[in-house]
C-alpha cells in the first residue's frame, strides 16, 4: 500500500508531507533517528517575557524558525543574492549544512540542521543518523543532499512524525508557504542561520561563550532580522534545549 505521506511520481522530485509546527512532532522525529531523549524541542511563547523565557531550559542548543513566505522573501531582500553557492565539505565545517532537494521538507532539514550541529553530541552511536552523518560530512552540497534523498531510513521516520500532531496531514501535493530556519551556535562560536532553499549557510556574527542559541546577541542576529518583517503571531519558534520529564 502507497505511504499517503510521500509522493513519488516518476519524473518528479520526492515530495514529503510537511511536518506540523509542534515541539512534540520534532522530539518523536529527533528520537526516532537516534538523538539522545536527554534532548526534547519547546515551544517559545515569547522572546521578550522574562517569565515564558524561565521554563525554556538552558542550554538553548538550537532555535527552529517558521515564518510565512511572505516574511521570509522581505527579509532575504536584504541579504546578498550575488554569493556564490556553497561548496564546503568535510568535517573542519563550523557547520554542516544540507541542500533541501526533497519537497516539502523544509521540517526536516530544519530539525537535521539543530541536532547535527547543535547537538551533535547527543546523537547515539549506530544509530540511523550517526549513519547518514558519517555518509554525508565528506562530500560536497549536492552529493550530501543525495544521501538524505536516498535515505529509506530517514523517509521512514518522517513518514512517522508527519502522522502525528494536533492536525490533519495534509497531502504531500498541497502547497506549503511556510519556511523553517535553523540558528545554532557553530564549532567556530559563531551564529549560523542554515536554510536548505538558500545558497548555503549564513554566518550572522560571533557570539559570546557564555551565549547560547537563545541568548539575546544571538536572537538580535537572528530571529529579530525576521519579526521585524512579521505581523503579530505570523511565526512561531520551537527550541532544542534539555528534556526535563
Known amino acids: 500500500m502507497p505511504d499517503p505521506t510521500i509522493a513519488n511520481v516518476p519524473g518528479k522530485r520526492k515530495t514529503f508531507v510537511p511536518l506540523e509546527n509542534n515541539p512534540d512532532v520534532f522530539s518523536h522525529l529527533a528520537h526516532q533517528l537516534g538523538v539522545s531523549s536527554e534532548l526534547g ?54 557547520v554542516i549544512w544540507f541542500k533541501q532537494t526533497i519537497g516539502h521538507a523544509c521540517g526536516l532539514i530544519g530539525l537535521l540542521h539543530a541536532v547535527c550541529n547543535g547537538a551533535r553530541e547527543y546523537i547515539q552511536s549506530g544509530s540511523d543518523l550517526e549513519r547518514i552523518l558519517q555518509d554525508a560530512i565528506p562530500l560536497k552540497p549536492l552529493a550530501r543532499a543525495d544521501v538524505l534523498y536516498n535515505s529509506q531510513s530517514l523517509e521512514s521516520a518522517h513518514s512517522s512524525a508527519a502522522q502525528r500532531g494536533d492536525t490533519i496531514a495534509p497531502a504531500p501535493e498541497e502547497e506549503n508557504h511556510q519556511h523553517f530556519l535553523t540558528f545554532v551556535k557553530g564549532k567556530d562560536g559563531h551564529l549560523w542561520e542554515m536554510d536548505g532553499g538558500w545558497k548555503g549557510p549564513l554566518d550572522r556574527g560571533e557570539l559570546g561563550p557564555d551565549d547560547d542559541a537563545l541568548s539575546e546577541k544571538a536572537l538580535q542576529f537572528g530571529v529579530r532580522r525576521f519579526l521585524a518583517q512579521a505581523g503579530e503571531l505570523q511565526f512561531s519558534i520551537v527550541a532544542l534545549a534539555p528534556d526535563l520529564h
Open 41 to 94: 524541542f519547546y515551544d517559545i511563547y515569547s522572546i521578550d517575557d522574562p517569565e515564558l523565557l524561565a521554563f525554556i531550559p538552558r542550554p538553548v542548543h538550537a532555535l527552529i524558525f517558521i515564518c510565512p513566505a511572505d516574511t521570509y522573501w522581505k527579509t532575504r531582500e536584504g541579504d546578498d543574492g550575488s554569493i556564490p553557492e556553497y561548496n564546503g565539505s568535510g568535517d573542519a565545517e563550523p
